[in-house]
């Protein structure tokens, strides 16, 4: 009689084993709940460089999360205010104001918990998060007034204290305007052995500074020529703040009634650009491009005039009666500050907004020479001058803060009346002021060969920039004392770098 035996063969034997660990750590798993902690997956500020115009970053995580407990839990350093809003994982945080340039920021999240762990009541929190960005340096821009520097375009980094001459010694500079990114400028200038400024010509010039996302920086002062004037005049121009678009006024040289606005377009493929006529049949005064770069306020007979940029301007977008000048548009377009001139001499300078209301915000027997909105505040900066009295006709200028919710207005600076032709700049974080204080020749009774001009016609002798750091403005009463600080620079007309 035979007997069948079943023999347990090892491969078998050490499935059973695996079946039975596996089974007994699910169980455990299933006991003890989900032991994965909640994460950071993505920091879109994460080690970038970032500028006024951004205002916001995201942090997506990796399963829903507890809005409280992220909310109470997030640290940045230095201090941003900002407001919070979800979709889904991802957070946003929007700044209330500029970041400050010039300085290193840190991200902190810990003690956060999902959604899971606050409905089951467990101390399951995220896995700790730190991350890093940095603001643009603090850059100025100004033309140099003496020495090699003398009529030429000079960047200085105050964060870094680093001064960098853009362009070469044979152009003199009369005009520029940084793009928005801060990697490029755009100017006028002249050869230096002239000094015929009707025969100036349109470039870019290159500033060795970077911003865009992991971008390389180009070498610092690369001239490239952007339109000549052989057949026109370029009398005036603006760059449009998405950098694509250039209005220049232009006026032929055998022919000055052939005269207007021309735009062009600028980018990778300048070179083969060439000036369209902006059709309109009135004759342009003043312009500023709007803030969505599609059209252009021009100064018109009694009026200014909203003309498209890209398309037929015959007929205007709209039109402001009775304002002569437009000085400043905010930066989200919603509200724009222009100058009626009244019959009785004075001046008042006007805010409208986009619904169409007006509001005087101050009426001078002077002139305002520049206005410009605070990036920061619900304010406006403005260089004026008031008429002082006695039979000899003298304008003193002088600085003024405004507060556009509650209308109060503040002198923070009185200039000296031999100071008129004056230039000033708001930085982009809303932080500092630039202005300048020119010496005219006839007031040094020099001469130099090179002769450097104000806007009025005088010789500039020498001229010294002046930096006013700056408060934000809150709802209440402008209280800061601030002064101004002599910087050691020598050179004039200063604006900010973006």
Excluded at 226 to 246: A, H, N, R
Excluded at 291 to 304: C, E, R
Excluded at 347 to 356: A, C, E, K, P
Excluded at 404 to 420: E, S, Y
Aim: glycine share 6%; proline share 7%; hydrophobic share 40%.
């Amino acid at each position: 009689m035979t007997t069948n035996k079943k023999f347990v063969q090892p491969l078998d034997r050490v499935s059973l084993i695996l079946i039975v660990i596996l089974t007994v750590l699910i169980g455990l798993i299933i006991l003890q709940g989900d032991a994965v902690k909640p994460s950071v997956r993505n920091f879109s500020w994460e080690n970038e460089k970032i500028g006024a115009d951004d205002i916001s970053f995201n942090l997506t995580f990796s399963r829903p999360m507890d809005i409280e407990s992220v909310e109470n839990n997030l640290r940045i350093e230095p201090p941003l205010a900002g407001k919070i809003s979800w979709a889904g994982r991802r957070m946003a945080y929007t700044l209330l104001t500029p970041a400050p340039y010039g300085e290193e920021y840190k991200v902190n999240l810990e003690g956060a918990k999902d959604k899971f762990a606050v409905a089951k009541r467990t101390k399951k929190v995220i896995q700790p998060f730190t991350a890093n960005f940095v603001s643009r340096d603090r850059v100025i821009l100004y033309l140099g007034a003496e020495n090699k520097e003398r009529g030429r375009l000079v960047l200085y980094n105050l964060t870094k204290q680093k001064k960098r001459l853009l362009t070469p010694k044979d152009l003199v500079v009369l005009d520029f305007e940084p793009f928005t990114q801060g990697d490029k400028i755009l100017f006028s200038a002249h050869a230096a052995n002239s000094q015929d400024t009707l025969t100036a010509q349109l470039y870019t010039v290159s500033t060795g500074i970077s911003t865009e996302k992991q971008g390389k920086a180009k070498a610092p002062g690369k001239v490239d020529l952007v339109l000549d004037s052989k057949e026109y005049q370029i009398l005036k121009f603006d760059l449009s703040p998405d950098g694509k678009t250039i209005v220049l006024q232009r006026a032929h040289k055998n022919n000055p009634s052939d005269f207007g606005l021309w735009f062009l377009s600028v980018g990778d493929n300048a070179k083969e650009s060439e000036p369209k006529r902006i059709k309109n049949e009135q004759p342009a005064g003043d312009f500023l491009i709007t803030p969505d770069s599609k059209a252009v306020a021009v100064a018109q007979g009694k009026g200014t005039a909203i003309l498209p940029i890209q398309t037929d301007a015959s007929k205007p977008l709209d039109f402001l009666p009775q304002f002569g000048v437009l000085q400043a548009f905010s930066k989200d377009g919603s509200q724009a500050v222009l100058v009626k001139f009244n019959t009785d001499y004075t001046r008042d300078l006007v805010l409208v907004t986009n619904s169409g209301t007006q509001k005087q915000l101050i009426k001078t027997t002077g002139s305002i020479i520049k206005c410009e909105f605070d990036p920061a505040s619900p304010a406006l900066y403005c260089l004026l001058t008031q008429l002082l009295p006695g039979e000899e006709y003298q304008e003193q200028p002088y600085l003024v803060v405004i507060n556009l919710k509650t209308g109060q207005q503040k002198p923070i600076l009185i200039l000296p009346p031999d100071k008129r032709d004056l230039q000033m700049s708001l930085s982009p974080d809303g932080l500092g002021l630039l202005f300048d204080q020119v010496v005219s020749a006839t007031d040094t009774n020099s001469f130099r060969e090179s002769s450097l001009k104000t806007n009025d016609g005088q010789e500039i002798s020498t001229s010294s920039l002046w930096l006013m750091p700056l408060l934000p403005i809150n709802d209440g009463e402008l209280n800061a004392e601030l002064k101004p600080e002599q910087l050691p620079l020598v050179g004039f007309y200063p604006r900010w770098l973006p």
